[in-house]
Structure formats: C-alpha cells, structure tokens
C-alpha cells in the first residue's frame, strides 16, 4: 500500500473522549465542520466511555452525516485516560489534538495549531497548547473566572514564557502534539482512576524526553461547561486524590504536589471553611458580595481532603 501523498496526508485526528454529554458534544462535532483547516486534512474519533444517555444515538447518527472523516468507539466505563489512549491508537493523523466534550472549537483552531507545529516544532518534539475560555452563552460568576485563569483548572495568566511552559500546563481540553512522540511514551497512565493529574502526569513523561510546550491564545476554544463553587469542590477533593496516585509514580514531585506539607484543619477551622463555602455559594447568586479572598483556602481544603482520603485508603 502506497503512503499518502503529503497533499492528502491526515495531518490531525481529533481525539474527544465522552460521557454522558450528548448535547454539548453535538455542538462541539457541529463546530468541527466549520474549521477553516480542509476538512479532507483532519478526522474526529470519539470514544464514548460507557454513556448512558442519547450519545450512542447521536453519534451513529453523526457518523452518517459528518462532512469529514469521522469514527467513533464505544467502551464500558474505564476513564479519560483509557478513552483517549483508546482513540490514539485508531489514529491516523500526523498529529492528535485532544479536546473536552464541552469544548466548543473556533473556526480557526485546527490551522492554528498546525501554524504553530510549523513554526515552532522542526524537532518533532513540541506539543502546543491552545487558548480556552468561556462560552459567551453560559453566565460567567467571579468564581468561574478565577478558576479559569489562575491555575486551580488553567491558569493562562500564569503563563509567563508561551515558548517554554512548565510541564503542568498541558490541558487536555485543547492541545495538540505528534502522533509519534504520545506513542513512545506510552499514553496516559490508566492507573489515574479518579479525575485529576493523569494529563499532567504524561506531559512531565513528554518533558522529561525532550519535549518543547509552547501557547498559541489564536488556537481557541469555548468550555461549555457552567461550573459552581459546590461542584468545584468535589471536583478538588478528586484531584487531590489523585494526586497521591501521581507521587507514587514520581516521588520527587512530592513538594509540587503538596505531599507531606498538608494543614492541619481543627474543628473550629473545618467549621469556619464550610461556613465560608456557603457564604461563596451564595455569592454565586448574589454577586455584590465578593467573596474571592477566600477562593485558594477552600480549594486547598478541598484539595488535602482528596489526599486525605487517599491516604486513608492506602498508606504510603
């Protein structure tokens, strides 16, 4: 079989893992055929990681309709990871991009990133990660923009060199790297069986083989995904979790991580951050109360008290 021809080469496949989003991830597949990029250049694998609502529908559905290349697999709940590293070995694209479910693609994303790739990457080495807001449609809260730009879910105003990014800022939601560097290094770790740390536990595999982490704000993405104080929380108490699971795998993280250098939180402190909680909760609401000097103390609670668990279920 003769290799296509680089005017026919597959440069990207869109790898979207999904659960139980069939809404928001009908718009995300409508946004992908409007890229500028030819779609006869691209493909989208979707892998549904055991959904049950109407995604199995939709997506046999969409696979009748897609103006481009378009495949999509079903598995019995194992995760993100396995859900993406399941859709890169299906891949036939030069290079993957992985995006969220809910996130909602600018015309423009897919030839930013390969703009950057060229530019940027000649060492085949350089992952590039992408600009992500909020969709213009959802109400954006105080909090929600916090969490947005500050590092507890990105942090692009943290970005101080966007040629030369720390390993923690490679978000699955909107990055884009070669096909062959993900597969040397093995995919993501499917031990990561809560949500939290298993992209940022791959990039610091990718990091440490030489790769390049570079920022184009022109690749941009909308997160359609309305976020509240109360399910930030949990989502915390998971990443702290997880966060023992990543310093098992490389101990000398141990200070980035948090490890060993937990809080201790008395009763009158435990009742005071959950009375702060529910203040910021009802400033959601009301949103003449500012309430953001307490944001990074009830992130962090939430946070060791992921780890706490984890350390409960399984002692170092």
């Not at 694998?45 to 009748?64: F, K, N, Y």
Request: glycine share 6%; aromatic share 14%.
């Amino acid at each position: 079989m003769q290799p296509e021809s680089p005017e026919k080469q597959t440069l990207f496949s869109v790898i979207i893992p999904t659960y139980n989003r069939a809404e928001v991830l009908q718009r995300c597949l409508q946004d992908l055929a409007r890229q500028t990029l030819d779609p006869s250049r691209f493909e989208t694998i979707v892998v549904d990681d055991g959904s049950t609502d109407r995604t199995p529908a939709l997506l046999e559905a969409w696979q009748r309709e897609s103006p481009y290349a378009f495949q999509y697999h079903r598995q019995e709940n194992q995760k993100q990871g396995a859900a993406r590293n399941r859709g890169a070995s299906l891949a036939r694209g030069h290079y993957l991009i992985f995006l969220g479910d809910d996130i909602l693609a600018a015309p423009a994303l897919l030839e930013e990133h390969l703009a950057f790739h060229r530019q940027h990457g000649a060492s085949g080495n350089t992952a590039v990660l992408g600009y992500i807001r909020w969709a213009e449609e959802i109400r954006v809260t105080a909090f929600m923009q916090w969490i947005g730009e500050m590092g507890w879910q990105f942090g692009f105003s943290l970005i101080e060199d966007p040629l030369d990014l720390p390993f923690n800022f490679f978000y699955t939601s909107n990055i884009s790297l070669p096909a062959e560097r993900f597969r040397e290094c093995g995919g993501f770790d499917l031990q990561f069986r809560e949500y939290g740390w298993e992209d940022i536990e791959l990039s610091f595999r990718l990091k440490d083989r030489g790769m390049r982490l570079v920022y184009n704000p022109k690749a941009l993405a909308f997160h359609h995904h309305p976020t509240t104080v109360a399910s930030f929380c949990l989502r915390q108490e998971k990443v702290g979790y997880s966060a023992v699971r990543f310093y098992r795998s490389q101990p000398h993280l141990k200070r980035f991580l948090g490890i060993g250098a937990m809080p201790r939180y008395g009763c009158r402190k435990r009742f005071l951050l959950r009375w702060i909680r529910t203040l910021t909760e009802w400033s959601e609401r009301h949103p003449w109360i500012d309430t953001s000097r307490y944001y990074q103390d009830l992130m962090s609670f939430y946070y060791f008290q992921g780890m706490q668990k984890a350390l409960r279920d399984e002692p170092l």
